[in-house]
């Protein structure tokens, strides 16, 4: 049981260039999240999914993509990334939108160059 | 305006003692809730304790409790005993509806830093 899991742990990017960043959970939650932190700045909502099949944005979705491909898995797509989009990157999950507990990845450390 | 406010950017305390991390939030939703999440160096976010708002009692597990005064809009940490394993980041958040319907978000304070000296 592995919980929430994240790839890649590490990327360094140049300006402009496209990545995925994957996340999965084995806990048969219906929720999930992504998240970016920033020094000073705590934990903002990018996107999540209240259920397979739907996606809503959050607080901070401009520059991102996502997809809730099955109940597992949930990526987050840069098309073009920016320096701007230097951040660590959270997935999380929870049994249901109104959860008590959200249980989070062990984050992707992001770097634009 | 700031939805999670922790005033305290850092806070020290002696090895065994009790310590309380302060935080206010703000919300017009009648049913929210409120987390305290503690990030240790490595990174990880660890769920510790959690506050529904219509729940009576104040929370607790283990040395973690939550004094939720719902009127002056607080739910402070209260670590009893510190052991030099506490000593990490730790962020207060808020769960709330978002766009209407089922959907909840979680927003987040900007964290107090723990420091346990022995």
């Known amino acids: 049981n592995a919980g929430v899991t994240q790839t890649p742990k590490f990327q360094v990017l140049k300006t402009g260039q496209s990545m995925t960043l994957q996340c999965a959970q084995d806990m048969n939650h219906n929720s999930m999240y992504w998240y970016r932190q920033d020094p000073g700045m705590g934990l903002r909502l990018i996107y999540y999914?209240?259920?397979?099949?739907?996606?809503d944005k959050g607080e901070v979705p401009n520059g991102y993509n996502v997809s809730r491909l099955n109940k597992r898995e949930f990526s987050l797509r840069l098309e073009s990334a920016a320096p701007s989009q230097t951040s660590v990157y959270f997935c999380?999950?929870?049994?249901?939108?109104?959860?008590?507990?959200?249980?989070f990845g062990p984050g992707t450390r992001l770097t634009v160059l | 305006a700031q939805k999670i406010t922790q005033t305290q950017p850092g806070m020290f305390v002696q090895e065994k003692e009790a310590v309380t991390l302060d935080c206010t939030y703000d919300t017009s939703d009648p049913s929210y809730g409120l987390f305290w999440y503690k990030q240790p160096s490595s990174g990880e976010m660890i769920f510790l304790i959690y506050?529904?708002?219509?729940?009576?009692q104040n929370a607790t597990e283990g040395r973690y409790s939550l004094n939720f005064q719902k009127a002056r809009k607080s739910a402070n940490l209260v670590i009893s005993a510190s052991q030099l394993g506490d000593s990490a980041m730790y962020f207060c958040a808020m769960r709330e509806n978002y766009s209407g319907g089922s959907n909840y978000k979680l927003t987040f304070g900007k964290g107090t830093l723990l420091t346990v000296n022995p």
């Open positions: 999914s209240a259920s397979e099949g739907t996606t």
């Open positions: 506050q529904g708002s219509y729940d009576q």
């Open positions: 999380a999950s929870s049994i249901s939108g109104d959860a008590s507990e959200q249980f």
